[in-house]
């Protein structure tokens, strides 16, 4: 470390501290504070998930989430969550804050015996930031039929200096951020804006401060969350061959556990694909490898009595049945014979029937929301699909 300002020994300036222990600041102090946390952790009783590094368990009465310094605890009484915060009192300094009701810009309310999550609040916050921009209030996070590509990029040095002066990437990050947790409905649009941040165009803006007004128009939409039965439900799709630039898939999966949306993700396919099957396929051994990841989760929960009922098998809906087929199928010919091996780990779990693997029509896909522009009735219907545990 080099040595801080009014300890600098005179003559030797160039030299740097050596230090004995990590800091507050330092690359690696936030490796050395995990490492502290789990070794105070387990020597007081507490076993860690194999599956999560951030989740610990204890007595199988209290599960513990871990965050930095922040952590959550979910216990079956009142008396057993305060016998494990004296407990944790005596190694740290414990700042006890109640109920759960602000957790990293995440908001939680319980209501009717059902809790719920949104981040109105920080909305509100970002739309006052850049109310200056005048965004409009849209019904769609993107129209359908809207062509986003790199020819809608700067070409002139009058336009990259007036695109320079704008807080795209700001505003981006925003929005990827409420995105990634507690709104599904804007992932496709946040994915490909993104694409367009090292070099954004006007058309590029302007559908930015659309989703923007998307987004504070519907900033009361909250995601229900329901715990009658732990079954992992994963819906999968792709939008064959959809990105103009490099003519790469879009590809969507949804990971539902008893009707709430736990998991989503919009991803642009690295390898371009030949036909619609085997985009279906890649972004169906994407959906896969969470859907593994979730049911070890579930299953190590269940072996440790954190869950009464036993995990129900997962399930992974698909809309081609083209693909199940030839994932059901060991046979081989001259369409799909050049699929990267990698992909068949999905073909191998099927067969020792580690989930089920379904078709769902199109219309009924949750995850059609997560690859293409939907019209306003299609994305209303998976809304409320995702969103208020409806049956579609």
Not at 104 to 123: A, D
Not at 143 to 166: D, F, M, N, R, T
Not at 195 to 211: A, C, E, M, R, V
Not at 220 to 236: E, G, I, P
Request: proline share 3%; hydrophobic share 40%; aromatic share 12%.
């Amino acid at each position: 470390m080099s040595q801080p300002p009014g300890f600098v020994k005179k003559g030797e300036e160039s030299k740097v501290c050596k230090l004995d222990r990590a800091i507050y600041g330092l690359h690696q102090s936030g490796r050395e504070w995990f490492f502290e946390m789990h070794r105070v952790l387990t020597g007081i009783g507490f076993t860690k998930f194999e599956g999560c590094n951030c989740a610990y368990m204890f007595k199988s009465d209290t599960v513990l989430i871990l965050y930095v310094d922040d952590f959550v605890l979910f216990s079956r009484t009142s008396d057993v969550s305060k016998m494990v915060i004296d407990i944790l009192s005596t190694h740290f300094d414990v700042k006890v804050l109640g109920k759960t009701r602000k957790l990293l810009g995440v908001e939680f309310e319980q209501y009717k015996g059902n809790v719920f999550m949104h981040q109105e609040s920080y909305i509100n916050e970002v739309a006052d930031r850049y109310m200056q921009y005048k965004f409009p209030i849209a019904s769609l996070p993107i129209a359908k039929g809207s062509v986003y590509s790199k020819s809608q990029c700067p070409k002139s040095e009058e336009e990259l200096k007036e695109i320079s002066q704008l807080p795209y990437r700001n505003i981006l990050g925003c929005l990827s951020f409420i995105a990634s947790r507690t709104r599904p409905d804007i992932s496709y649009a946040v994915n490909i804006f993104s694409q367009f941040q090292s070099n954004p165009g006007i058309f590029h803006w302007n559908g930015l401060l659309k989703l923007l007004g998307y987004v504070f128009n519907t900033k009361s939409l909250k995601l229900k969350l329901s715990c009658n039965k732990a079954q992992l439900v994963v819906y999968s799709d792709a939008d064959f061959a959809s990105n103009r630039d490099d003519r790469t898939s879009v590809g969507g999966q949804l990971v539902m556990l008893d009707n709430s949306p736990i998991e989503w993700r919009t991803f642009k396919q690295k390898c371009v694909t030949l036909s619609t099957m085997e985009s279906e396929f890649v972004a169906m051994t994407e959906a896969t490898r969470e859907l593994i990841w979730f049911d070890r989760i579930l299953i190590e929960c269940f072996e440790h009595n954190v869950i009464f009922g036993k995990p129900i098998q997962s399930t992974l809906f698909v809309d081609n049945m083209a693909t199940i087929d030839f994932v059901k199928s060991p046979i081989e010919n001259c369409r799909s014979k050049h699929i990267d091996v990698k992909l068949f780990f999905v073909r191998d779990l099927v067969f020792k029937n580690a989930f089920n693997l379904k078709y769902v029509n199109s219309k009924l896909n949750l995850a059609d929301i997560f690859t293409k522009p939907l019209t306003k009735f299609e994305l209303e219907k998976f809304v409320s699909c995702i969103f208020g545990n409806c049956v579609c």
